[in-house]
């Protein structure tokens, strides 16, 4: 009898890892998910298994960094993968390269509550926390990535509203591995870097897993701490994401976000119209009430003042237009002398003033009398109106 | 308490960005609003406000976008023009 043939334990194994590996295409497999272990490799170990039988699966560290979270022990999952034997142990498995939950992005939505629920208890979506915008920021810092339709939004946004803006970009990915920390990182270096005054997140739209890196924590936290206001701008329309939640100000799209973040040109034309109207008034007030102000205060002889205001604004506007014509020809040291160019100004003398129907008292010499202690009861005096004199006698003072 | 503003010297157009200016503005007009102002301090910052209106004005009549790239590390910095993609 010839000698049987005697195979090495490692050509057995070979053999019924050939013989899997070559016989049986991928293939779905459903289970219920034991043991996951994530090593410190990045590859993940785990089992699958229904009442009878279960199957040792790995899923190597480049598959596993795409899970949104480890799926939990006990979830019911479906698992794409080819079989093999791993020789070392004799241990046949199958190798994962795709995990779905029962139910289309199930493991996402999981993940997404989990991570929301974290932060929430933590307070990081709290309305106290969100800052406001600033109104007219010189910079507005973006992070997207370069080559997306988001950036092209954004500037042809902030072209058309507020072409004086500065914008500096930080590119980044938006999505695949590593996107969420690339994500983070842009926030944190574009944000504390002391040239933005706002920051606008985002990205175009995409599926639920295309915008996952919005969705991440070390993003969530980015923005959370990022030193100047952020906007997030991620396209999507029904679901908001966990960026969109830490942000100070929440924009559906790219270009909403920049239409958030800087002002309107003609808004802007308007604040500095009515600056200078305002100020031109301020100020005509303050000169007429240097001027008027005690004869003013003295009251009582001016009953019929409600019917000035008009005639009386629009000799303001003139005043003031003389003014602003006037200190545009002077230097800071002429300035000084802009009292004298005002006496000069017919319009503010003391005479043009009674010809707007307010009168002068004058005592004998014709001193001016200012005050309550200069009229005490009994004091006759003289009022100088706008055409001449009128003999009075104080009957009463309260001051 | 009134919030009176310093008077400042007259700045060039290019000095100060259109933000600070609308600020200083609001200052400036928070200020004259105060009934007891000096007329002196009062013209001063009238002149100075119209300044920073009309610097304002040439800012936005004058304006085009500039769109910068941060590149490099928070600690090396690196500023560059960015190219934008023409469509």
């Known amino acids: 009898m010839p000698e049987p043939k005697v195979w090495s334990v490692s050509q057995v194994n070979r053999a019924v890892r050939l013989l899997l590996e070559d016989t049986i295409e991928s293939l779905w497999v459903s289970g219920e998910i034991a043991n996951w272990t994530r090593a410190r490799s990045g590859h993940c170990y785990f089992t699958l298994k229904d009442e009878g039988a279960q199957i040792r699966c790995a899923m190597f560290k480049t598959e596993a960094a795409t899970l949104p979270a480890d799926p939990e022990p006990g979830m019911t999952v479906r698992a794409f993968g080819g079989l093999t034997l791993y020789q070392a142990k004799g241990e046949y498995q199958l190798v994962v390269r795709r995990i779905e939950d029962e139910g289309a992005e199930g493991l996402w939505r999981r993940a997404f509550e989990r991570i929301r629920a974290a932060l929430e208890a933590e307070g990081l979506f709290e309305q106290e926390r969100k800052r406001p915008l600033p109104r007219f920021p010189g910079t507005v810092g973006v992070v997207t990535s370069l080559s997306g339709a988001a950036l092209h939004d954004v500037l042809t946004v902030i072209r058309r509203r507020a072409p004086w803006t500065r914008v500096v970009v930080r590119g980044t990915r938006v999505q695949g591995e590593g996107a969420s920390a690339e994500v983070a990182s842009a926030i944190d270096v574009l944000g504390s870097s002391g040239l933005v005054d706002v920051l606008i997140v985002g990205r175009g739209g995409g599926s639920l897993e295309d915008l996952w890196a919005f969705n991440e924590e070390e993003v969530a936290r980015a923005i959370a701490r990022c030193p100047v206001p952020v906007v997030s701008a991620v396209g999507h329309e029904v679901d908001v994401t966990i960026a969109d939640l830490v942000a100070d100000v929440r924009a559906p799209t790219p270009s909403a976000g920049a239409e958030t973040a800087v002002p309107d040109g003609e808004t802007v034309q308007e604040t500095l119209a009515v600056s200078r109207v305002r100020m031109r008034a301020l100020l005509a007030a303050t000169v007429l009430r240097r001027r008027e102000g005690l004869e003013v205060a003295n009251g009582g002889l001016f009953r019929a003042a409600s019917g000035l205001a008009r005639p009386r604004r629009e000799i303001l506007e003139r005043v003031t237009d003389r003014l602003e014509s006037v200190t545009r020809r002077l230097s800071s040291l002429q300035r000084a002398r802009l009292s004298e160019v005002l006496n000069k100004m017919h319009v503010l003398s003391p005479l043009s003033t009674l010809g707007r129907g307010y009168a002068l008292p004058q005592d004998a010499s014709g001193r001016i009398l200012r005050g309550v202690a200069e009229l005490s009861p009994g004091t006759g005096f003289s009022l100088r109106v706008s055409d001449g004199t009128v003999p009075c006698e104080a009957l009463d003072s309260s001051g | ?87």
């Open chain 2, 1 to 87: 308490m009134t919030t009176e503003a310093e008077v400042h010297e007259p700045i060039g157009d290019d000095a100060q960005s259109l933000e600070a200016r609308l600020q200083r503005l609001e200052e400036i007009v928070r200020s004259l609003e105060t009934s007891d102002l000096e007329l002196e301090r009062a013209l001063a910052l009238f002149e100075e406000g119209v300044g920073h209106a009309r610097s304002a004005e040439q800012i936005l009549k004058n304006a085009e976008l500039r769109v910068e790239e941060l590149l490099g590390t928070a600690e090396d910095p690196v500023i560059e023009p960015l190219e934008e993609d023409p469509e």
